[in-house]
Every structure is written in C-alpha cells, then in structure tokens.
C-alpha cells in the first residue's frame, strides 16, 4: 500500500512538475501551479500517515480479537505432515504446519496448536506438571505409575528424553499436564546410594574363632556359586542366601562382608573376569520406620537395584540386620499390619530371583525363631547358621587379629620376649586369662530361673568379637596419648590392655544401660520362659574410676 500509495503521490507530483516545466518562465499559470503542487504534495503526505496508522490498528484489533492457540502434547508422527497429539485429554491426528520441522517434535513435548487443530507452534518440554511413581516398566518404552495407595494406575508412554533413562518401580517421574507421557525422571534417594557399604579386604582370616559358621557358609553358598554346572546337572536346590543368628558383636555383619568379599574374589580368580561386590546393608528398623507404602516401595526398589547391578557385571549382595524387625511373625511386632505386606512381598521378590548367581541374601538376626518361617522354606532362605560367642579359642584368635605382630608395643615386654611378634602372644595370652578366669571381679549377670536356682554368668559368657576388637582400640589409644604426651617409645602395654578390659564391660553399649530382665535376655542364650529375673552385679568404685580415666 505504501508503494502504492507513493507511486501514486509521484505520479500526480510528477505530472505537475512536468507541467510546471513545460510553461516559459514568468508565465501566471506557472506560479499557481506551484501553489498546487506543494498542497497536493502536503496532502499525499497526510494519507500516507492517516493510511499506516489504521494499518497499525487493524493489526492491534486482529491481535486482540483472535483466540488464543491451544496447548497439547506431541506423541507421535504418522507421516510428515501429520501427527498424533493430545489436547486436554483428547487425542488428535491433525497437520502440521509446514513452517513448524515435524521432525524436530519429541514424544512429550508441548505443541502450540491454533483453532484448526494445525500444530503452529514447539514450545519444548514443559517444567513443571505432576509427580508420581513408577510400579512398572512395561518394555522399553511404556511405564506403569501410580498403584500405591489407592491412586488410579496408568501406563504411559517414556518421552523420547526418557527413552534411555534407567528406571526402575519406586522412581518418580514427572508426566506431562495429559497424563500420557514421562517427561522427567526426579532425583530421590534411590536404595542404591542409600544402603551401599564398601567391603574392606576381608579375607576369611580376619573373622576369628568362626570356623563352624563359616564352614557352613562355604558349604551353603561356594559350591553352587563357583560349580552352578554340577547343580544344574544333579538338578540341585541352590539356595538364595543364608540366615545367620547369634549374638550381637560377634561378627555377623563381619561375617557377611567376608562372604561377599571372599566370593567376589574367588569368582574374579575362576571366571578371569573383573568381578566387584555389591554390599547393599539394610538395617530391617530404618525399613519398617518409613512412611506408610514407603516400606514396601523400598522394598521393590532394592531388589530391583540389586537385579540392576548384576547387570551392571556386580556381585549384589543384600544384608539385612534385624531381620526379624520386616520379616518377622505378625506376633513378632506391633506393627503388624505393615509386615502382612512386607513378608509376601519379600517372598515373592525372593522366588523372582533364579538363584545366588543373580544376588546373594544374607539375613541376621539375634531372634530367628521369630523370623517368618515363609521366609525360611526351602529354595529361599533355608539355611540357619549359627554365629556363637567365641570359646576360648575363639577369643584367642580374634585377639591376634587385632594385636598384630606390626604394632609398637611395651619396650620392656619385647625385651623380655625376644620380639614383637612374641610380646603380641605374651599379652593375648594374658588377655585370655583375664577374660576367662572365673575370678570375682568378673562375675557379670546374676540369674535367677523359674526353678529357683540362681546361677552366675561370667564376664567371657559375654564376650564378643566386638568387646575384643574395641578393647584392643582402646588400648591403642591409651598409647596414643602417653606418646603425644612425650613418651614416643612407648607401645601397648599390660596395663593398657587391663584398663580398657575394665572400661569396656561397664562402658560398651552392647550391654544395656538398666536393670531389666527384657533387655538383657536378648544377650543371653537362656530360654526366656525359664528366666524370672536378671540382675547385673555391679562392680564397685574401683570399676568406675578406671572407666573415667579412659
Ligand atoms: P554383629 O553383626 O553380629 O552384631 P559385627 O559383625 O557388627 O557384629 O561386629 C562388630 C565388630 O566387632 C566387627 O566390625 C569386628 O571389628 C568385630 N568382630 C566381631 N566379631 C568378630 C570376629 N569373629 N572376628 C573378628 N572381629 C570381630
């Protein structure tokens, strides 16, 4: 219009002007012509303006009276120019137009789309929308969401951002406003982070005074692991795990660790292959003290994590303490509605798995008889080992563990003996006597049985592999402190050795704080329906002393 306009102004300018020229010079006409001219020119210039304003208004006008375009999600494209998208919860196959790259449009982005329903408009992934939680993955590119409490189950398509994101049931996701596609996965503390532990170097060596435990173990777990041929062959059981009951302190966890240390190792030495363990430590009380449907979503996710890793060419191992906590007998606890859920839950994982090729369960308790005995059948946990508080023997050797050959020691003492390696035995043995003599000064608990009879436990009927190693600790630390205090020739000594003894069996919090019967049973061996009363038998001042000066 513009050109028009001014092609218009120069056509009626310009033929004044050609006029205007053809006149002779000082001719009347010529002048008025002038005047003309210059009005008409002025008056050209006014419509131009007035034109380019009502041009301005119109648009404003359309902008403000045209309908705002419509937001959907893109799902797919049947061919170039049509696609299938969703726009308030309706499906459409409709155009696109050409202007917008159909190729460049991913599953679970957001499409402006005008009142034809033509995709106009990529507006990308949305950031913000609703939140829910994978049950399961359905191939690879659907999910399953949203079964727990009561909520209405959907499958919906991965977005193609999420095509190659590792999912598992119990991630949560966001979807997009038309509930159809999974557009984000949202960072939550998985099991697997939460629950690893590293496994120090663990040879068996290290567990001491556990011969028999660990014989069943190598016997339960080894074979089928390093020969599954032979159990394929004799069509064989392999179990999935093991139970292991004892005690507290006397090195179940331990003994878990090594097992997943040992095998690992082994596998690595038969196979040739890089071959790491996957220690996955489950404290059964940080489980049951989740939130309603968290136990069990917990649950899922940390076999699924296992299954994952064993992929992933790990080793898993799941160690669950205080087992009998979620996978007790309903009497077992007060929360009995939780472990109605919890226990065929973990069974039914448990069968999923084909054998401890895929994820080796290690389970402890200080309470397995109040374990489910659905978790114990056969082809799941059916192996009970016993993990005892170590005999003399067994002390002895957990000693020699910890007072190593490589440690400073008592001057005068390896003087004496010869070496160090010699005054380390002086003062195990030393040790032993100290721990085992049924002198007074070690009478421990006092018991009475519903017969009447009372009998007297002695401080070694509660030793422990933890009582030891932590006396050993403090011993180190007594020496640690005479060398910072000038003496750096100084080692471990008798003495040091005979004071934390004393600390540790009134300080060690494996022994409870108070008198009651209830909490010390746990400790002890005894039948509960024989027991009536338990009494610590307190040591006097002297034992108090010696504990405030560690
Ligand atoms: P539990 O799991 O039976 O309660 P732990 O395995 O946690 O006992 O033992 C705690 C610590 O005590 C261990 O980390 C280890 O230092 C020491 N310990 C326990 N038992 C033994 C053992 N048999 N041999 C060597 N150390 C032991």
Redesign the pocket.
Known sequence: MNTDSSEFHLGVVGQLDQLIASLPPGEMLRRELLDLRMEVAEQEEMIIEARQAIEKMDQIIKKLSSPANRIGTFLSAANLETAQIVVAGSDYFCNCDPRVEMRSLRRGTRVLVNEAYVIVGDLGYDRTGPVTKVSELLGPDRLRVGTEHGVQSLVLHRSDALMDAKLKAGDEVRVDSNFKVAVEVLAQPHSDEYFLDSVPELPWE?????QEALHAIRDAIELPLLRPDLFRRFDHQTPKGFL?H????????????ATAYNLTHQLQKQTGQEMREYFMHIKGPEILNMWVGESERMVREIFSTAREKRKEGYLPFLFI?EAESILGTRRATRHSSILSTLVPMFCTEMDGIESLNQVVIIL?S?RADLIDPAVLRPGRIDRKIK?NR?NRE?AR??FR??LTPNLPYDPALVREKGTAAEAADALVEKMIDLSFSHRPENRFLSITLRSGKREILYRSDLI???????IVERAKGLAIKRAIAGNEDEGISESDLRLSFEAEYSEND?FPPTDITEDWLQLIDYDSENVVKISPIRAGTEKRMVSHVI
């Open positions: 290290k567990v001491g005074g556990q292991l004892g005690p507290p302190g006397c090195g179940k966890t331990l003994i878990g660790k303490d402890a200080n993990v170590p067994g050797e957990i563990i910890y422990s592999g933890a009582i030891i190693s932590s494996i």
